[in-house]
């Protein structure tokens, strides 16, 4: 059953941690379904993709939902997470890869950061999805050893603070405490 | 990503976006005036 929430309105955007993977040219992509490229101002989310029960499958054509992703009955929308992720064992990690260290972050192409979330977003338990999102900042340490670009080309193109210390991007650019209740 | 039971829906609006207003409402016509009562 879709639960009828209601809908809240909130100012200023939501923030939560989600993974990049660094592309060329300093470009930020979606890592793992769909590569979409990822726009340094707004990114509207479509719907492309859809869930099995072990693995998800890019439709051809994005889903027409009548008011646009994020949906309740879907799993589109972009997606990010109250609190940083805390690796998961390997064989988990190739249901889940998000479920790997930030301490990783630029130790191969997948870049970890703070995204912000705007229009549309549902909030859970975890993290939220929304209709529109950004990044943020990024963690990439000093020597860090990105296969196809490096972190000025990324500065370059997205203009957003890249962070050498993961504490300091906690603790600057962390997403505020999230209230789970619904307000009345 | 899994991110658990979705518990709220929230409509976000960017601090660099002006608030929506309520269309703004017309105000009723005067009421006129009493005319003074004659004497």
């Known amino acids: 059953m879709i639960q009828d929430f209601g809908r809240e309105i909130a100012v200023g955007g939501f923030r939560g941690y989600r993974w990049w993977r660094a592309a060329r040219g300093g470009w930020l992509e979606s890592p793992w379904y769909g590569r979409a490229r990822w726009d340094p101002v707004e990114n509207r989310a479509r719907c492309l993709v859809l869930q099995r029960p072990r693995r998800w499958v890019r439709r051809r054509h994005p889903v027409d939902h009548a008011e646009g992703p994020p949906v309740l009955g879907c799993d589109c ?15 988990t ?3 889940f890869p998000w479920q790997t260290s930030p301490g990783l972050s630029g130790r191969g192409p997948l870049v970890f950061g703070v995204a912000e979330a705007w229009g549309r977003v549902l909030i859970g338990t975890h993290g939220w999805r929304s209709e529109v999102s950004r990044p943020l900042a990024l963690f990439i340490p000093q020597d860090a050893t990105l296969p196809f670009t490096d972190e000025h080309a990324i500065s370059a193109r997205y203009r957003i603070p890249i962070l050498r210390d993961l504490r300091w991007l906690l603790a600057e650019w962390g997403p505020d405490h999230v209230d789970l209740a619904r307000s009345a | 990503m899994n991110i658990g039971e979705i518990v709220r829906e929230v409509e976000v609006i960017p601090e660099s976006e002006p608030m929506p207003v309520a269309e703004p409402v017309e105000a009723p016509e005067a009421t006129p005036a009493m005319e003074p009562a004659q004497r």
Do not use: S, W
Request: no cysteine; net charge negative; hydrophobic share 35%.
């Open chain 1, 77 to 91: 929308g972009f997606y990010a997470l109250h609190q940083p992720p805390i690796e998961a064992p390997r064989e």
């Open chain 1, 93 to 95: 990690q190739q249901i």
